[in-house]
C-alpha cells in the first residue's frame, strides 16, 4: 500500500478509485431500482401483491418482478393508448396471468383513466384467480375478469384486442398468439419464457444444435424467430427488443406486434414463404403452425 517512498503505491490508487466509484454507482444503482421502479403505482396495491413487505421494503426477487412489469406496462402504454383513441371498446388480455402483476399494474397505471378499456386475466391455477379476483375487487378495480382455465381451452364472447404474455410458459405463449388470432387482436406484446418444444425437434447432426446447450438455446431464438414471421405473416408489424437489462432476466426478449396489413400482403405472403424455408431447413413441426401450410 505505501512505498519505500512513504507514497500511496499505484496499485492502492487504482483499487481505492475502483471501489469508490463502484459503491457509487452501486448506491445509485440502488436509487434507481427503489422508489423510482413503482412511481404513480399504488403503495397499498403493492403491499397487497407482496410485491412491498408490510413495512415498504422490497426485497431482491420482487424488486426484478416489479422492475420487469413497470418496464412492460410502459412498453404497451403507447400501444394502447393509441388503439383506445380509435376505438371505444379496448380489451386486454393477459394470458399465463400468474398473481396478475401485469394486470393489476397496468389497470393502475394506465387502464384506470381509459373507461372504454377492460384487463382479462387467464390463468390455469384456479388459488390465483381467486386471491386476483379479491383484490379487483377490494381495490374498486372494476373492469378486470378472471378466467380459470387452460388459454388453449378457452372461449372468449368478445375480441381480444391486445394479447399480452409475460414469462407464460413453454407453449403458453404460442397458444396465446392463437387466441389473439382467432379473436382479432390488433396487437401482441409477448414476452416469452423458456420454451423446449422446438428444441426436442432439432437434429444433433446439425452443426448449430450439436451441443446440448447450444440445441436449447438455438431452438428458443428458432421458436421465437417462428413466432415473428409466423405474425407477420398474419399482416402484423414486428418489434423485437430487450425487455430490461440481461442482469435482471434471462427470459428478456420483448415481442410486439401490432397489425398494419392483412395475410395476403405481399409482405405477408414473403413472410409466410420464409417460414416455410425455415421450417423445412430445421425440419421443425411446431404446434403454432398446425394446419398454417394446409
Ligand atoms: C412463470 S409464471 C408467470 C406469471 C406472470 N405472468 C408473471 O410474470 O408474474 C407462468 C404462469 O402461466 C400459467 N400457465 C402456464 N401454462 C398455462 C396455460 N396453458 N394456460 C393458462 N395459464 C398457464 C402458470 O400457471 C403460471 O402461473
Redesign the pocket.
Known sequence: MVTEQGRLSNSFIKDFVRYFFLDVRYKNDMKIQGEELWEGTSTALLKALHILTRDGKLNLDSRR?LK??HHLTRLIEPTINKLASKNESLNIV??????S??GFILYDLVLQNLTGTKLTA????PE?IETSKKLAMESNFNRMEFIC????EVALSENADVVC??????T?TD?AILLGLKNHARAFALVP?CQAEIASQLSLHHALTRHPLHKREFGSHLTNVIRCLFLNAHGFKVTVTELVGWEHSMKNEFILAEKISTPDHPESLKARAQLQELVNEFQVKPKLLVGFFD
Open positions: 418482478k420487469q412489469v393477459d394470458v399465463g396471468a400468474g398473481k402483476y401485469l387467464i390463468e390455469s391455477r390465483l382455465s387452460k388459454v388453449e404474455t409475460l414469462h407464460a410458459c413453454d403458453a397458444d419464457c
